[in-house]
């Protein structure tokens, strides 16, 4: 079976199977799995006469000498390519599973993943999977490039293709139905060597916990205010007058997108949760002004930041923290 020559004849995993005709008609094939080093994690995917993704890759099972499910049996770097069809939504602590594969892939080799997506093959909004109970998270394409951002180093990857493959999927099936054609998620990224000035673009760990200490009081306020037990007044009693506050695309994900079940927020709640909040911090209008020149000229830069800038994005030095001096926040938790 190994010695077909054309690929898309190869009984490889259940999953890539139903897409192999079009990475090679695409040249996806020749573009990120041409290599001789190749290690396709998971292979058998559910079938057990299931051959690696390629004739030179190697096939990783548990059963692999000197694999331990987490710990791969081979040096840095040496890799060209890491293969993993239906395997990423299977792994608990994907950390350390990204990071691994990360660590063989040579620089200029990629990681290629493919996960299924929430809406068209779970088509349920949270766990356990409708039909694999054995899958840790649901996937979108925003949460697949979320992860690999989060378990990756800062600038040491490349995204080549994402794509949210859905060909001949049968959206009219009734829901409850087995979902019938592609419902993957495809990622590659690219290993690449981190630039020299990549540390100047990350907070120092002290900084980073900072943040994160800011975000959980924040995020525990909101909840405390949606829930009726707070008010907006009380927020500078209990984080006094800090110079963060958690960005809006934060806050989006974490009442609106993948909020725990029956506790999302719209975006109007949301917003009118937060807006008497910013209208309580001070803007340091200089350094909004500096980074942002075209606001240079508006009346009240401030007023522009709590009503249009922040929902923008427009954070820049307003509330950055580059030395970890923020004010120490109470230690009394939101209520």
């Known amino acids: 079976m190994d010695q077909v020559v054309d690929p898309t ?19 996806l094939l020749a573009r990120f799995l ?18 690696p993704v390629t004739p030179s890759a190697i096939g990783i099972g548990l059963d692999y000498p000197g694999y331990d ?63 694999n109970g054995d899958h840790r998270r649901f996937y979108t394409p925003a ?15 490349r995204i080549r293709h994402l794509l949210d493959a859905d060909e ?4 009219g099936a009734p829901m409850g139905s087995w979902p019938r054609g592609v419902y993957q998620i495809e990622a590659v990224a690219e290993r690449i060597a981190i630039p020299s000035y990549t540390p100047h673009m990350v907070y120092p760990p002290h900084v980073q916990n900072l943040i994160a200490q800011y975000d959980r009081m924040i ?22 007058k800090p110079r963060y506050f958690t960005p809006w695309h934060r806050l989006e994900e974490q009442f609106i997108y993948n909020p725990p079940p029956d506790r999302g927020l719209s975006r109007e709640q949301l917003r009118t949760i937060v807006q008497p909040i910013l209208d309580l911090l001070d803007v340091d209008v200089a350094a909004y002004i500096k980074t942002y020149r075209d606001l240079a000229k508006h009346p009240n830069p401030a007023v522009h930041w709590r009503r249009h800038g922040y929902y923008e994005g427009r954070t820049g030095s307003v509330f950055e923290v580059e030395s970890g001096s923020m004010p120490e926040a109470a230690e009394k938790p939101a209520a």
């Open 69 to 131: 499910g987490r710990t791969l049996p081979f040096e840095d770097e040496s890799q060209d390519a890491i293969f993993a069809s239906a395997v990423l939504e299977h792994i608990s602590d994907y950390k350390q599973a990204l990071r691994e594969w990360y660590r063989v892939t040579k620089i200029g080799g990629h990681i290629i993943i493919f996960v299924p997506n929430r809406y068209l093959y779970e088509q349920r909004p949270d766990l356990p999977g409708r039909w």
């Open 143 to 157: 949460a697949l490039l979320r992860e690999l951002e989060e378990a990756l180093p800062v600038n040491g990857f």
């Open 34 to 51: 041409s290599g001789e080093h190749i290690l396709d994690i998971g292979f058998k995917g559910g079938d057990p006469e299931a051959v």
């Open 9 to 27: 004849k190869r009984r490889v995993g259940i999953e890539f199977r139903k897409c192999i005709a079009r990475w090679q008609r695409d040249g």
């Open 219 to 240: 995020f525990d306020f909101i909840r405390s205010v949606a829930a009726g037990t707070s008010t907006q007044e009380g927020f500078m009693t209990i984080m006094g």
């Open 168 to 171: 001949g999927f049968d959206y």
